[in-house]
Each structure stands twice: as C-alpha cells, then as structure tokens.
C-alpha cells in the first residue's frame, strides 16, 4: 500500500518533560507552559519561535489560544486542539509533521499536560467533563463507563480465542516494571514479581491493579521542525518518516464481529505504507499501554508478531530490554513510568533514538514504532514510526 | 441511588421508548435489509435514508464479558461485582450490545442469552440480558 506520507520531511528537535506525579501542585497550564519551554529550549530555540501548537484531551489540557499568548507568540499560524484521549495522541504529530512540512507553520510544539491524579481522573470524578452523549448513552447507563472494562471486555474475547491467560498478562505488566527501575522519571520503581500481579485486587475481571495505567500528574512537549532545520540543531533529529492515524470502531460494528482482532490492523498497512518500512525493519517499539492488553494487541496487530504468539515470545525474552530482539516500552510506560497520555512514549523513543537514554539505552535504537490507544473505545487509532536521521 | 438515565439524542429517542414499552427495536433498512445499531441516521450498509425501527428477537449470544469490581460511579456502588455482557444479535454478526447479566450463572462464549427490559422513564427504559430458556 503506498500512502502519500511526506516522509522525512518532519522532524522532532527538541523534547520537553514535567517531573510526573500524583500530586504536581500547580496547574495543569504551569505544567504546559513549562514542558513547552523544555521542549523549545532542548531543540535550541526559544518560545517566540514557536508558531503552532497541538495538543489533545477530553476537556483537561490547555488549549492552545490559551498557551499562545502565556508564550509570548504574537501570531499563531496553525494549531491543534484534538478532542478526546490517548487513542489520537500519535495524530497530532502526524498533523504537525504535515503542517511543517506543507510550510504552514515553521515550529509546532504538540504537548499534553494534565493532573491527571489529583485534577480530572479517568473515573469522571475531580473537573473531568463528561465525553459527548453519542456513545456514552449507550454504556454509561448500564455501568459500562470507562476504557478499562471496554478493554478488559476485548481482553477476555482474546483469552478465548487463543487461551491468553492471567500470568501472560502479568509478565507485559513485569516488563514494563523492569524497565522502570532505572527510569529517573518513572512513578513505579520497585520490582514487581508475579505473585504481586497475581495478588493485586481485581477492578474489572479479567484485569488486575497492575494491568492498568497508572493516573498522572505532568506533561510533556515535543517540537517538531523541518527536516532541513533540524540538521542545525543541536540534536541528532528525530525524523516523522510516517504516520498513520484513523481506522477505529467504537462499539462493534460495520462489519467488525469480534473483539479478539486487534484494531491495529486497520491502520497498520497504511502507517507501514506511509514509511516505506515494514515490521522487520522496527528496532524497537514503545507501544500504548493504558493497560497490559492493549501491549499484547498492538504486538500482533502491527504484525510484530503473529496472532496469538505473543505469550510464547514473552516467554522467549522477545520483547527485553536486555537482549531482546525487539524491546518494547524501554522506560516502563504508561504502566509503570506514567500516564501522560502517550506523549512520554514520545519522549523516550527520541531519547533512545538520539542515543541518550543513558542505563535504559539499547543497542538498535534508529527506527521506532510508537503507538496511540487502539480503536473500540474512541473509534481511532494512531501511530508513528520516528526515525534517526542518518 | 437514582438509575444513571441515557442521555438521547433525535436519532436514539426512539431506541429508549422502545425499550420503555418493553420492547428491543433496531433500525432496518427499508432498501437493503441491513439492521442498523447503535442508532443512526442512515443505513451503516447501503446509506440509505429509509430505515424504520422494527422490533428483534430479542435473543444473542456472549461474545465476551466483564466483572466489574470498582466503583466507578456512585450509582452502581451497591452492585459491584456486577457482570457485564457483550451479546452478538440473532439478527446480524456485527451488532454486539454491551448490557448488565441478571443471571446469576458463570457466563461463557456462546451462551444464549434474552433480552430484558425495565422502564426507567416513561421515554427510557433499561435493556440488560438474561440466561435464554
């Protein structure tokens, strides 16, 4: 499949993070504005070079017309303000890297800031505002309400179909612990065995405490410039060689009959399309983890692997850190480092990709595939594939 | 606690008062046959616009479930564990409908499952699922 992507012609210069916690203190645009600094700081820039800003979230980020002038930007010449989760996190690069490389703007900064602990939690308690009627009306009313029972409800459907069972579950939510330990930034350091995720109460069978996310305060901020600026930056750039965003269902329809397929393959083809890469080409993948299932369906669903193979190759050491053939979420993800909704999934494939991920950097580092929720809550999926340049 | 209500809109309000009035009703088109859920205003298949609200079996299958132990709303807080199906229609493979089980049974992939209905409102009513038979 050939998608008119403009390889290349993108890429991410500078990153910028927040410290993550429970409890960050301050507001949920304090912690923008100094993730955008970051951000353009990192890239040798300052704030007044920025002339776009994206951002994502269901009501709980800060727009960017309201960023803009807290930034001193005296004309914004294009932005994103993208409605909903982690499901469209990877699309507002997308969007970026097209914007700059169509020359509509010349400096976008994409950031997700939220408080998301101690603010607007996940569970619709704190300011959260509640998302559109349309699908809800057809959930909430029956106590079908948030991600984490939608995708536990495609968990069992997979348990089912391939025999999936707990402890599988288990050792994706040990691998990201493991890699968290030596992660400076990650909220959950201490080892996790499996009879702590076999202990660990339940919140919606089949998931445990530890198969789901942890709720975050923080942001982080990355700036995407062209690929011909970048190269006179102080970093080694971070090309956007394809992006694929789109695909999704929610509520199983039109032709989608069972949960146990992943909704990655609806986009899958076209991201690979759009890089002129295939799966084999992947060094490493840091791959949307709100919960331990959404690791096991992206694995198979971007063809990392075959369909219900990915117990035995964890078994195998496939997917380590440390001598892996294809190491997945080095820093612990959102599981065990944070939930900033996929934008610190951003961050840590520059640092490996620039070679600066000091204890947690891996031998293969200049392709990544970095990944947004899967469809069948929002009805989108979204993915990247970040490249060194050469 | 009050029951969570549905919020409708112009195209489901005829979803709710059907199953208000105890029954379960999907959009048909009137063109191509194709039921349509959730509701819509054009066939999912054809894109017809002549879709008329028909009553179903009633009846599916389990695709998957749920058992939910967190509180995640005030509202079902006495319920919890409470069990959730996702059911595949009788009608049509790719229709499957998210609802409480009132069965008090282990569920598994391809139990028959019936429809039940609760008027919440006189405008709303409930659609949960029970064991067939």
Redesign the interface.
Known sequence: MTTKFPRNQAAIAGIGATEFSKDSGVSVFSLAARAVKAAVADAGLEPKDIDGLATFGPNDSVAPNLLAPALGIKSLSWYVDQFLGGSVSMSILGQAALAVSAGVAECVVCYRALNGRSGARM??SGAFVQRP??????????????P??EI???A??HM?RYGTTSEDLGRLAILCRNNAIDNERAMMRKPLTMEDYLDS??????FRLFDCCLETDGAVAVAVVSADRAKDLPHRPVMVRGAAWGGGVN?????????ADSPATLIADRLYGAAGVGPSDIDFAELYDCFTYTLLSQIEGYSLCDAGEVPARLVEGSFSRDGGSLPINTAGGLLSEGYLHGMNHVFEAVEQIRGSAGPRQIDRHDTALVTGQLGYVSGYSSALILEGAR | MAPVLPIPDRDSEPYWAALAAGRLELQKCLDCGHWTWPPRPICSFCQSDHLSWREVAGTGEVHSWVTTHNVYSAAFAQLVPYVTLLVRLDEQADILIPGQFRSVVEPYQGLKVRARTEPLTDQIGELSWEVDG
């Open positions: 569970n619709g009627p349309w699908d809800m009306q057809f959930k909430a009313s029956t106590g079908y309400i948030v984490a029972q536990a409800m495609a069992r459907a089912l109460r339940w919140i919606v069978e089949p509520l199983i329809n039109n032709g989608h009959t069972d949960l």
